[in-house]
T-cell receptor, first 114, second 113 residues
Framework: ETGVTQTPRHLVMGMTNKKSLKCEQHLGHNAMYWYKQSAKKPLELMFVYNFKEQTENNSVPSRFSPECPNSSHLFLHLHTLQPEDSALYLC?????????????FGPGTRLTVL | DAKTTQPPSMDCAEGRAANLPCNHSTISGNEYVYWYRQIHSQGPQYIIHGLKNNETNEMASLIITEDRKSSTLILPHATLRDTAVYYCIVRVVSGGSNYKLTFGKGTLLTVNP
């Protein structure tokens, strides 16, 4: 247990569906991240939130819409996805003020788009 | 952030030391070396980081060459549960800021019984 939880763990959706991924951290961190990990590709950073403000959008298509209502919760809203969006979506958090600044990752949501 | 180069895969016998190399020849003076690992079907896990001195914690040791162009992560007594992809990442760290991790392909370490 890393203190970062993600739900659901597995999700299958059609291209016309709307779904949301949820991430919650119980570590008191101020930064949260969404990463995408496709098969046989490195992890790709998607979004960074620092104190609820989005500080980085790594050229992510608009069919992915993040939301950070508070420092403990992060959502990724999904709409009209493509089959190539099937991947493992990982959430992470960190405490930026510390030099160590390690990121704690959740277990991920395995997404399949049909 | 500086680019890193790691071998795609390595094998290690259980109970022996695993030495995972990383080249980061373009590292700049304010960039740290971080190591993470990802066990199959789990999120990445922080292992250790350093700037120029060798570091040791309960999980591993990090040896950084004097010119800082390469480093080695050492797992002193590898177990089967250490089988994972190991990522070497270099990045700037500055107090009060959050900096992204740029993951490469890493090294798949397989610990054999």
């Amino acid at each position: 247990e890393t203190g970062v939880t993600q739900t659901p763990r597995h999700l299958v959706m059609g291209m016309t569906n709307k779904k949301s991924l949820k991430c919650e951290q119980h570590l008191g961190h101020n930064a949260m991240y969404w990463y995408k990990q496709s098969a046989k590709k490195p992890l790709e950073l998607m979004f960074v939130y620092n104190f609820k403000e989005q500080t980085e959008n790594n050229s992510v298509p608009s069919r992915f819409s993040p939301e950070c209502p508070n420092s403990s919760h992060l959502f990724l809203h999904l709409h009209t996805l493509q089959p190539e969006d099937s991947a493992l979506y990982l959430c992470a958090s960190s405490q930026g003020e510390l030099l160590r600044n390690e990121q704690f990752f959740g277990p991920g949501t395995r997404l399949t788009v049909l | 952030d500086a680019k890193t180069t790691q071998p795609p895969s390595m094998d290690c016998a259980e109970g022996r030391a695993a030495n995972l190399p990383c080249n980061h020849s373009t590292i700049s003076g304010n960039e740290y070396v971080y190591w993470y690992r990802q066990i199959h079907s789990q999120g990445p896990q922080y292992i250790i980081h350093g700037l120029k001195n060798n570091e040791t914690n309960e999980m591993a040791s990090l040896i950084i060459t004097e010119d800082r162009k390469s480093s080695t992560l050492i797992l002193p007594h590898a177990t089967l549960r250490d089988t994972a992809v190991y990522y070497c990442i270099v990045r700037v760290v500055s107090g009060g800021s959050n900096y992204k991790l740029t993951f490469g392909k890493g090294t798949l370490l397989t610990v054999n019984p």
